[in-house]
């Protein structure tokens, strides 16, 4: 078990909301908008980034509240080891996030290091049709899942681009030597951040070879270097492009404009060109190899919403079979409790109405 005890304040439609007796699966039941996807949401701000809805901390925060939030939960990590974590927002400064762990104030990216958290929301079946911006994210995400410091050389690669980018568009031609000290701290963090990708890539793809085509299709997974790769490489690519980059006033070629590739096994065909079932079917293979490499270490958590919604009871008796023999804790949401009659004996149920919570059974 990873989570318990879990409280939400002024989250979202939740003005107190208290989560006991978790179990491996854990089920959120109610009618659309009663408030179960924001609990999913309170459990993704428990690992770095901005949560499953990437949206403003001020959108989090209880409407005609007080104008902050805070959420909590009780970690087991071992049979007797607990740790209390928690994040939120102050009075003071309602726009920037604040974390502790044990009660001690901590960064967000430390999260990471306690809790390895995954999703997957309705929001995301159209990834592979998406921006190959929104696809790096995701990759990043599961990088960050299995691998904590990944974050952090993703935070300092974009801070040094952002960097090189105001030097490029901005007055005279810069000076090269400080576009020299803006490139290495670039290319140091870059080629961390092709390492971790290309090694989740290599990990999923691992998981993913000896699966079966059905029920789930099985993707392939590919990934298209935006320029470079070593340190050393980046470093010679950016310094001999500097010219061109000043023309276009931006970084032409790097890890932010690397590609996550994806086509169905079966087919071998582009998971863009797919039809929405086979879509939806590749991300749920990837989001359950990736749980079963998450919870090889640290405590993982699976937080799946809508997920049951459109698969027949082949697919979905496949799904909670899956799920069952993962070591993470799962979090799933509906609107019928029908669905998930194969898992009910085993599962946590909560009834979720009008942003209250009330535990069933």
């Known amino acids: 078990m990873a989570l318990d005890r879990i409280t939400l304040s002024t989250f979202r439609n939740h003005a107190a909301t208290r989560l006991d007796g978790a179990a491996h699966f854990n089920l959120l039941v109610g009618e659309n ?30 409407q005609n509240g007080v104008g902050t939030f805070a959420i909590s939960a009780a970690l087991r990590t071992g049979d007797d080891d607990t740790v209390q974590i928690g994040t939120g927002t102050l009075p003071e400064a ?24 995954g ?29 904590p410091a990944h974050a952090r050389h993703a935070s300092r690669y974009e801070a040094a681009l952002r960097e090189r980018n105001r030097l490029l568009a901005d007055g005279p031609e ?26 989740v890539i290599a990990a999923l793809s691992a998981e993913l070879e000896d699966l079966p085509d059905e029920p789930f299709a099985r993707p392939d997974l590919a990934y298209i270097p935006g320029g470079g790769g070593s340190a050393d490489a980046l470093r010679e690519e950016w310094r ?3 010219g061109r980059d000043r023309a276009a006033g931006r970084t032409l070629t790097g890890p932010h404009r690397d590609e996550l590739e994806v086509q169905m ?11 929405t079932g086979e879509q939806k079917a590749m991300l749920i293979a990837i989001t359950l190899a990736h749980a079963q490499l998450a919870a090889g270490g640290r405590p993982g958590v ?24 993962s070591g993470s804790q799962i979090w ?27 535990r069933l059974g």
């Not at 309602?94 to 809790?115: F, H, Y």
């Not at 159209?126 to 994210?137: E, G, K, Q």
């Not at 019928?336 to 009008?354: C, K």
């Open 33 to 62: 908008g009663a408030g179960k996807t924001n609990v999913l949401e309170a459990l993704s701000l428990l690992a770095p980034g901005r949560g499953l809805r990437r949206a403003p901390l001020a959108d989090m925060a209880e």
């Open 94 to 117: 309602p726009g920037r996030r604040v974390v502790q762990i044990n009660g001690a104030a901590a960064s967000a990216l430390a999260l990471g290091e306690w809790l390895a958290i």
């Open 119 to 147: 999703w997957l929301t309705p929001a995301m079946d159209r990834l592979f049709a998406d921006s190959a911006s929104a696809r790096r994210r995701y990759l990043d995400r599961l990088a960050v899942a299995l691998d």
């Open 174 to 199: 810069p000076d090269a030597a400080w576009l020299d000290s803006i490139e290495v701290q670039m290319a140091e963090a870059g080629a961390a951040l092709t390492a971790g990708r290309v090694a």
């Open 240 to 242: 001999r492009t500097r």
């Open 265 to 275: 096994a079966e087919k071998a065909m582009p998971a863009a060109q797919c039809s």
């Open 302 to 325: 699976l937080l799946l919403d809508e997920v049951a919604a459109h698969l027949d009871p082949l697919r979905r008796a496949a799904l909670f079979e899956r799920l069952r023999e």
């Open 332 to 358: 799933l949401t509906g609107t019928e409790i029908a669905p998930f009659a194969d898992i009910l004996p085993e599962a946590a149920v909560w009834q979720v109405a009008g942003g209250k919570v009330e």
